[in-house]
């Protein structure tokens, strides 16, 4: 077991930040010290076996995205990261851990479901990953499994109101797996569209001759998720389950979450990278030399991207300082273009749905710092600190204090990052980031106490990390 010790850095937190030397023996944070301090009369800087100098550098606790789908069956192809690759890349922007979604499907077993994830995920992973169970098949067998998924450290579960004939549940189904979550305390997660309107409308657009993936967005309009958002809070409130809407894009929506915060409720909204910058005109509408009007194709994903003309993405970023939305995920979902995207090169209906981004929501995030979008303990907050109290993962993760994993990222405000597919680590034949300059740059992660990236390169291995055994929300009212 080796010691390292993070020196001369600003420590940040949720909370606060503070200059701090932070000492890691084995797996474990063990002190936060004073800059420079000695521990019983030793110069700790001499006795360690590795000292990063973090001088000028802010130092974070590693970065949590909590929805990510790994090697997801999904649109007639597969995510195109594996657990292997995904957790790389994300290891690479400074994210320590994932929480993926294991799959049931309509007439599986949960239980196989959730097997057949570990088995895709054990002995593949840079970094630490924990499961959510999706439910895609509510009945009484999927019910009672339900029952059974804190044991094996799943505290939450995903439904789908989207997606007919794929994942979906329709109102029935969710008040029974919400009385499930009621009486056990795992915390519904909810893909809030309307699935059946939508898929009407992007029918008759399709029939109508407009099958480009800008229609796409058009089809699932924010209608559509602001209902479903209603729909699912008020479902929650009858049944006393908490609720976590995942993925929220429309401004709509988030003021449905905002007002049922209002009341107190356990109602929480997440939002991803994609709906504070990126838009139904430039992307999805989008236009290339390679690709035509496909070019959009690389941004079809579900919630859609909004229109920059309505202030959603304004609406989120208030939300996100007002805490109505309360972190940031990715929905990592990547698809190649050549291959899977281009399934639906003929018709929107069949573009797989999903954007990757988990290589870069530290940075993306950051970026909303030197911009003053939010505070440097609110991207701390957002990214990492509580999605731990969320997800049942706080102390150990998400945190800075002895007695925490020790999952560490240096990360440099004078450095700069241009991401672009030809540098990124996913496994994907673009970016949906592609030119996006970042004022910041993560120079050193640190995984339960192992240097995995430094100085650009890559130190890790397959199998570094480790599956969390989640407990309850730490976030509930
Ligand atoms: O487009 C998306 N979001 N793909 C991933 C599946 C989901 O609904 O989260
Ligand atoms: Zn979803
Ligand atoms: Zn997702
Ligand atoms: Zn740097």
Same mark, same amino acid.
Request: aromatic content about 8%.
């Given at each position: ?13 949720? &909370?606060?930040?503070? =200059?701090?030397? %932070?000492?890691?023996? +084995? /797996? $474990?944070?063990?002190?936060? *010290? #004073?800059?420079?301090? @000695? ?56 994210? &320590?851990?994932?929480? =993926?979604?294991? %799959?049931?499907?309509? +007439? /599986? $077993?949960?239980?196989?479901? *959730? #097997?057949?994830?570990? @088995? ?324 050193t992660v640190i995984s339960r106490g192992k240097v995995v990236v430094d100085g650009g390169k890559y130190l890790g291995s397959k199998g570094d990390g480790h599956y969390l055994k989640r407990g309850l929300s730490q976030y509930l009212i």
């Open positions: 077991m080796s010691t390292t010790l993070i020196t001369g850095g600003t420590v940040v937190s949720a &909370t606060g930040r503070g =200059d701090a030397d %932070v000492l890691i023996d +084995g /797996e $474990r944070i063990v002190a936060v *010290l #004073a800059p420079g301090s @000695e521990l019983l009369g030793t110069d700790v800087a001499a006795s360690v076996d590795t000292v990063i100098d973090a001088t000028g550098k802010y130092v974070i606790p590693g970065g949590i995205d909590a929805h990510t789908h790994m090697e997801l069956p999904f649109g007639g192809t597969s995510a195109s990261d594996t657990f292997e690759t995904g957790t790389r890349a994300a290891a690479w922007g400074g994210t &320590t851990s994932i929480i =993926d979604f294991a %799959v049931q499907r309509y +007439g /599986e $077993r949960v239980q196989d479901g *959730l #097997a057949a994830w570990h @088995e895709k995920a054990r002995g593949n992973c840079a970094i630490d990953y924990g499961f959510h169970q999706i439910v895609g098949g509510v009945d009484d067998d999927s019910l009672a499994a339900m029952r059974g998924l804190l044991d094996e450290g799943i505290s939450s579960f995903k439904l789908f109101m989207a997606y007919p004939g794929v994942f979906y549940s329709d109102d029935a189904q969710v008040l029974k797996a919400m009385q499930v979550s009621a009486e056990t305390g795992l915390l519904t997660m909810m893909h809030a569209e309307n699935g059946p309107a939508i898929d009407v409308l992007a029918a008759q657009l399709a029939e109508a001759g407009k099958k480009a993936p800008y229609y796409h967005g058009i089809a699932r309009a924010w209608q559509m998720e602001e209902e479903a958002t209603h729909r699912a809070i008020m479902l929650a409130n009858l049944t006393g389950a908490p609720l976590y809407t995942v993925h929220v894009s429309a401004k709509q929506a988030v003021d449905q979450i905002a007002w049922a915060r209002d009341q107190g409720w356990n109602v929480f909204g997440e939002t991803c990278p994609q709906y504070l910058y990126l838009s139904l005109e430039e992307q999805l509408g989008g236009f290339s030399e390679e690709w035509g009007q496909f070019e959009g194709a690389k941004w079809v994903c579900s919630t859609p991207l909004r229109s920059s003309k309505d202030g959603h993405q304004h609406h989120m970023w208030q939300a996100l300082r007002t805490n109505d939305i309360q972190m940031v995920s990715t929905d990592h979902c990547p698809f190649c273009m050549k291959g899977q995207k281009d399934l639906g090169l003929d018709d929107f209906r069949a573009i797989p749905n999903g954007i990757g981004s988990v290589e870069h929501r530290m940075d993306l995030m950051y970026q909303g710092v030197v911009t003053g979008k939010i505070t440097l303990e609110r991207w701390v907050e957002l990214t990492s600190t509580t999605p731990a109290r969320m997800f049942g993962l706080y102390g150990r993760k998400g945190v800075i204090q002895p007695g925490a994993d020790g999952d560490v990222v240096v990360y440099d405000p004078h450095g700069h990052t241009s991401i672009s597919a030809a540098t990124h680590h996913m496994n994907m034949d673009h970016s949906a980031w592609e030119g996006y300059e970042i004022d910041g740059h993560v120079d």
